[in-house]
């Protein structure tokens, strides 16, 4: 939650498995900032998508406004 609320994360590696694991103990993938609108979250840009067996590898590069 920190990072996300201090602005620090630019670069996310999304792991994504053709399978569900989840219970009522199961963590969400962020926390912290809250973004009442879509126009107040942060963005990102898809860079890259690499299968891995079964699996695919998502990385994404932060979105700054102006420096698109």
């Known amino acids: 939650g920190a990072l996300i ?3 620090l994360i630019d ?7 053709p399978g569900i694991f ?3 103990h199961a963590m969400p993938i962020a926390v912290g900032r ?3 609108r879509l126009a107040d979250m942060r ?4 860079v890259r998508s ?5 699996d695919i590898e998502l ?3 932060r ?3 102006g420096l698109e």
Request: glycine share 0%.
């Open 22 to 24: 989840a219970d009522e």
């Open 34 to 36: 809250n973004a009442p």
């Open 50 to 54: 690499k299968p891995i067996a079964d």
């Open 11 to 17: 670069e996310a590696f999304v792991h994504l498995a």
């Open 43 to 46: 963005r990102f840009r898809l």
């Open 59 to 61: 990385h994404y590069r």
């Open 63 to 65: 979105v700054v406004s």
């Open 5 to 7: 609320e201090d602005d």
